[in-house]
């Protein structure tokens, strides 16, 4: 089966700037899930969905981070205005069977983020 | 507020030996815990995942949960260069639905 798909790889940007990343999940999973790593952390969750709808986004910043997953599949998440401390690698990834509590997580291969 | 709590590390093990990893978590209500190893530059990746108290063996990997003592460990036998990376310890928390917390990770070297 095809992996979790993540774009960009790399992105550059300065402070203040916004910016925008883009992840499909495996097919047919219906839970995803953006984190934040920051160098050296462990993953930190942002937003969890299940379908469409949002099922924790008690650590999303929402003064400056929105998220959406249109029609229960692809999903973006955004970042505006940028600041310093968003240099993270951000992670998407998926899981299937509803969020069972048995359901392994998979990885995309992330966004590199640099705010400068 | 839902914490994973593991040691950074670095834990240095010789080519062989046993490395022992552990994980403790403070919310009582986390039904299952996931390992995953994250190699440098990467994304993590599934090891293994255990639910019921005791051990779970998969070839080479062991995990262990002690419920009542709120932690879970990974045993790595026969420990190979290969298996240096980082090791996360994930805990899926019900509310409705399951929320996975991570720990920082250890981070562990195995030396030839």
């Known amino acids: 089966e095809a992996g979790v798909a993540q774009s960009p790889r790399y992105k550059i940007i300065e402070k203040r700037q916004s910016v925008a990343f883009w992840c499909n999940p495996i097919s047919g999973h219906a839970t995803l899930y953006w984190y934040q790593q920051i160098l050296g952390q462990g993953p930190k969750l942002l937003i969890q969905f299940q379908n469409n709808g949002v099922v924790d986004d008690s650590q999303l910043p929402k003064d400056r981070f929105s998220a959406e997953r249109l029609k229960g599949v692809d999903s973006t998440l955004k970042i505006q205005p940028a ?3 968003d240099s993270a690698v951000y992670l998407c990834a998926s899981s299937s069977l509803d969020s069972s509590y048995n359901s392994p997580l998979h990885f995309g291969n992330g ?4 705010v400068t | 507020q839902k914490e ?7 834990l240095s093990v010789p080519e062989g030996a046993i490395a022992s990893l552990n994980c403790t978590y403070s919310d009582r ?3 299952s815990f996931f390992w995953y190893r ?3 530059g990467k994304s993590p990746e599934l090891i293994m995942f255990i639910y019921s108290n005791g051990d779970k063996e998969d070839g080479r990997f062991t ?11 990974l045993l790595i036998r026969d420990s190979q260069p290969s298996d240096s990376a980082t090791y996360l ?9 399951y929320i996975p917390t991570f720990g920082r990770g250890t981070s562990l070297i195995v030396h030839p």
């Open chain 1, 83 to 85: 600041k310093l401390e």
């Open chain 1, 111 to 114: 966004t590199r983020l640099t």
């Open chain 2, 4 to 10: 994973v709590e593991q040691n950074s590390g670095p």
């Open chain 2, 29 to 31: 209500g986390s039904q």
């Open chain 2, 38 to 40: 994250q190699y440098s």
């Open chain 2, 63 to 73: 995990a262990q949960l002690n419920k009542a003592s709120q932690y879970v460990s």
């Open chain 2, 89 to 97: 310890c994930a805990a899926h928390t019900s509310g409705g639905s």
